[in-house]
């Protein structure tokens, strides 16, 4: 056994009375969502056959609201990853007098979700702020017109509320990865002639990329799971995934409840198997760019 092998043990041992509640907690209620989504280990009798829950989860209603979950999810990271890297960047650019101002993007880190559902409603409801500025400004006749961005059918309202949150989070990571970058490699680049853009997507890019591919994992798998926000912004069909979890628990009769730990337990296995795939592709492409 090498030494690497043993310290990880040692380590591991020191660490098991803490990590040994967590570890059968955690297994204990994946087991018992597991169980119940076939029909076992009820509260109740259940009369159903045990794949009933997995086979309600084909109907249309609940294919659509994955697909809903999915495209939230998927949207808001991309668009928070992307617009995060480039912020960060534009701010390790500053002066190091503004290095204090900056810090004002963290502001939306200290909210709480439901806090920032609640701004999203009040700038961009119908009766919200932004209509209010479109009236005075002559650009709609009455708050009516304005156009519906909140509870639309898709979406928008939840991208916003979790772009607006989850930007800070990757300005956060990526500006901490090139506190660590040597200024100099840009200057370099530069005194070659290479341009702004060139300088971001050959020098920039590839020293943060490990830290966007984690950032974005993160933030797709919250968004995906989420229920704060989709519980105040999202619409009551198609419904998020959590949401439908919960009015399956919580709404409808007993026997809906196998259901409901069905989609928690395809959400588990779904968020297992994106990591799995999104980590070979990152790699397969790193890969790649070192064979160019």
Known sequence: MSCASAGAGRTLFKLSPLLLPLIVLFAGGLALAAAQ?????????????????????????????????FFVALTSAVISVAVGAVVAYLIWRLPDRFERAVVIYKVPLILPHIAVAFIVLVFWSKSGV??????????????????????????????????????????L????????????????ARMLGAGEGRVFTRIVLPHMARTLHTAFIILFLYSFGAFDIPFLLG??????????????????????????????????????????????VAASMKSRERKL
């Open 37 to 69: 989504s076939f029909g076992f280990f009820l509260p109740f009798p259940y009369e159903g056959g045990t794949l009933d829950a997995y086979r309600k989860l084909l109907e249309p209603h609940y294919l659509a609201s994955a697909g809903l979950s």
């Open 130 to 171: 932004i209509s209010s500025i479109g009236y005075h400004l002559g650009l709609v006749e009455t708050v009516s017109e304005f156009p519906s961005v909140l509870f639309s059918g898709n979406g928008f309202g939840m991208i916003l509320a979790y772009i607006y949150k989850e930007i800070p989070f990757t300005i």
């Open 173 to 188: 990571l990526t500006y901490a990865v090139l506190k660590r970058m040597n200024p100099q490699q840009i200057q370099t």
């Open 235 to 280: 619409e009551s069909s198609p419904g998020m995934l959590s949401i439908e979890a919960y009015n399956l628990y919580f709404r409808r009769e007993l026997a809906d409840r196998p259901a409901a730990m069905a989609i928690l337990t395809c959400m588990f296995l779904f968020s297992l198997g994106f990591i799995w795939l999104y980590t070979r």
